[in-house]
């Protein structure tokens, strides 16, 4: 299979920050979209673009929780959306195009982890839902906008937790097989890198590119779910229950290291002409061996597949009912 999965050397690390990426770049004029940009490395993800002028847009679940997290910016608007309601996404993208011609970055940075087996109103599995297909049709409802900007780019939040579930296409919502929480982040996360394989091949004669991002280990309310043990075993915290930095930046980050990569995939230059990659310590990943090892620094070619990201395309738009209208 042929990739583009070769690092680029973009002079940023394992510990860079949000702040150092977006240093000396101008997003004045800049419309964004960050999804989940109220806590964790999404809050430090909008910090960064509106340190360089951007008019940013929250869509928020709890609209109380996102304005406590964003006072210090009050120009950020905060939007209502809920990424397991179809119609909230609809209602947010309808408001979104009636005020703005443009969408020049969308970050769809929300998620879940390891959450237990519950549905959305259609009936699909909860973390496929709010990681893709919830994503997938807000992507699609905004993409007149997307287009207009001329160079747009979308960045899917992925995660190394890819390597711990494939995409499942004769049973995406374990209907017929037995949920396991972390199998169906593993396949939400093989999804989202899948997703901006497609997005990119669908996009780039329109200027639209798209990149997943690996952020790192990062110690935020998306542990919420996961027990004691499950917490003892990711190694997230210590024995006083305080985050777990390493000082090399390799996996264990803090919230600003952990946002860099979005960031760096969102606004740097030595991009522009690339997309489609999965991108980890704010670098194009390197392909690694299709085995079941654990190491994380770099991407399996299944999470890259371009047959397996277009079957997944198709797939999304049944669930969905949404698709790309031909401009």
């Known amino acids: 299979m042929a990739t583009k999965q070769t690092p680029i050397s ?5 510990t860079s920050t949000a702040a150092e990426v977006i240093q000396g770049i101008d997003l004045t004029g800049k419309i964004i979209v960050v999804t989940g940009g109220y806590s964790g490395i999404g809050l430090e993800t909008v910090r960064a673009f509106h340190s360089a002028g951007a008019k940013v847009i929250v869509p928020a679940r709890d609209i109380n929780k996102a304005k ?34 443009k969408l020049h970055i969308l970050v769809n940075n929300a998620g879940v982890m390891a959450a237990p087996l519950a549905r959305d109103e259609r009936g699909n599995e909860s973390q496929f839902a709010a990681n893709h297909l919830g994503h997938f049709q807000l992507t699609v409802r905004l993409w007149p906008a997307l287009v207009r900007a001329e160079g747009a780019r979308v960045v899917a939040l992925s995660s190394y937790g890819y390597i711990r579930g494939e995409v499942d296409f004769d049973d995406p919502h374990f209907e017929h097989r037995e949920y396991h929480p972390w199998a169906a982040y593993g396949q939400a996360k093989s999804a989202n890198a899948l997703f901006a394989v497609a997005l990119d091949s ?28 499950e ?4 190694k997230l915290f210590d024995e006083n229950g305080k985050p777990i930095i390493d000082p090399e930046g390799a996996d264990r980050k803090t919230p600003q ?37 654990m190491e994380r620094f770099g991407v399996r070619p299944r999470a890259i597949d371009p047959v397996a990201a277009g079957r997944l395309w198709q797939l999304s738009e049944q669930l969905t009912g949404s698709k790309i209208k031909p401009e």
């Open 202 to 229: 669908i996009g780039q004669r329109q200027g639209v590119r798209a990149f997943s991002v690996h952020p790192g280990g990062i110690a935020t309310d998306l542990q919420r779910h996961l027990s004691q043990t």
């Open 231 to 234: 917490l003892d075993a990711v």
């Open 10 to 14: 973009s002079g940023f690390g394992a």
């Open 68 to 101: 406590a997290a964003l006072a210090e910016m009050p120009d950020v608007l905060i939007e209502v959306m809920d990424l397991l309601h179809p119609a909230s996404i609809d209602a947010f993208a309808d408001r979104f195009l009636r005020h703005f011609d």
């Open 257 to 293: 290291q952990g946002a860099a990569t979005s960031v760096w995939c969102a606004t740097s230059p030595r991009l522009e002409g690339l997309g489609g990659v999965y991108c980890v310590n704010c670098e194009i990943a390197p392909l690694l061996p299709n085995d079941e090892s």
